[in-house]
């Protein structure tokens, strides 16, 4: 949680000192708006099997860069196409163990007393594309927004880890990790304050990640606060 409130106030910092020159500028009638973000997320877990659950905070960072290119005379209205790095954690008893074959096997921890960390995080490049509807102006700074959109993204890395009583584990970058994750957006708030979702419309592990004989379709899903910049 700590981090959380850390990752916070450095954003709510920037924010605001990039909001103070920004009141400085001159009239810009050809203005963009919007075109740096950056965000923190509670992930979820969606569509788990039975047993599986989270437990701790799992927390998603997020940064990049948007293309904003208004398609109105009043430039509120614009398609916004970038390029973002995004961090995220999941903390959950789904246990994720070498099968001594070259491969691995997922199981259900039942009793959380027998570990004290089982998580796994996903690093990924990102290109959001989204349609922006503002009621900005060129003199206005502080104004309402809706952003709906598609974000597809490339895992360039994965780690499973696990600290037990009995065993502790670490694995870097194994294959059952879909390596393209995609999903809808939605930003919506006034000013530097903007509610954030993103839906995963596919899952997190491959068709050789299974239970039982039963794929895990586990999917992610992200909620939390965007901040824009410029």
Request: with cysteine.
């Amino acid at each position: 949680m700590k981090y959380f409130v850390a990752i916070l106030l450095f954003i709510c910092t920037v924010t605001f000192s990039f909001a103070q020159e920004s009141t400085e500028k001159e009239v810009d009638s050809l203005y963009k708006e919007d075109q740096f973000y950056a965000g923190v997320t509670y992930n979820l877990l969606g569509q788990i099997p039975d047993g599986l659950s989270q437990s701790g905070f799992s927390l998603g960072f997020h940064l990049g860069f948007i293309k904003d290119m208004p398609i109105n005379a009043k430039r509120n209205v614009a398609i916004g196409i970038g390029l973002g790095y995004s961090a995220n954690s999941f903390n959950q008893n789904l246990l994720i163990a070498n099968d001594g074959l070259g491969g691995f096997e997922y199981s259900i921890l039942e009793d959380s007393d027998t570990y004290t960390k089982n998580k796994f995080s996903t690093h990924l490049i990102e290109m959001p594309i989204e349609f922006r509807w503002r009621t900005s102006t060129p003199t206005e700074y502080n104004f309402w927004r809706i952003y709906t959109g598609f974000k597809v993204g490339y895992v360039f890395s994965n780690t499973t880890k696990h600290l037990g009583d009995t065993d502790d584990f670490k694995y870097n970058n194994i294959d059952d990790f879909n390596s393209l994750q995609y999903g809808f957006t939605l930003s919506a708030g006034y000013s530097t304050w903007n509610f954030y979702l993103y839906y995963a419309l596919n899952p997190i592990f491959t068709n050789e990640a299974k239970i039982g004989g039963e794929a895990i379709d586990t999917n992610a899903i992200k909620i939390g606060l965007m901040f824009y910049i410029l």
